[in-house]
């Protein structure tokens, strides 16, 4: 079945980085676009960015522009979120799935900025 396994969340001190793995199962993933998301709590899930197939093309929230960077590897079924100049409002689970219908979540990876 249609797996997603989300890793590399943490805490980060205000301006730090992470970078985020998505490791993709159970479907054809060179064949989809890709995308992160994130849900803090008592929030909906909102689309943070997504890839397109070939991995040439990108879009971004308005929130994340400029900081955060989607990246994916079609040879290892994995897709990246490099995230700097993290800010506390980033705080949320991050998680992966499909860049349209997402469906099959996984347990997403935590991410909390704090000082």
């Known amino acids: 079945q249609v797996q997603f396994v989300e890793t590399g969340g943490g805490l980060v001190q205000p301006g730090g980085s992470l970078r985020l793995s998505c490791a993709a199962s159970g479907l054809i993933f060179s064949a989809h676009y890709m995308a992160w998301y994130r849900q803090a709590p008592g929030k909906q899930r909102d689309l943070v960015a997504r890839?397109?197939?070939?991995?040439?093309?990108?879009t971004y929230a308005d929130s994340v522009k400029g900081r955060f960077t989607i990246s994916r590897d079609n040879t290892k079924n994995l897709v990246y979120l490099q995230m700097d100049s993290l800010k506390p409002e980033d705080t949320a689970v991050y998680l992966c799935n499909r860049g349209f219908n997402p469906a099959n979540w996984g347990q997403g990876t935590q991410v909390t900025v704090s000082s």
């Open positions: 890839i397109g197939s070939g991995g040439a093309i990108t």
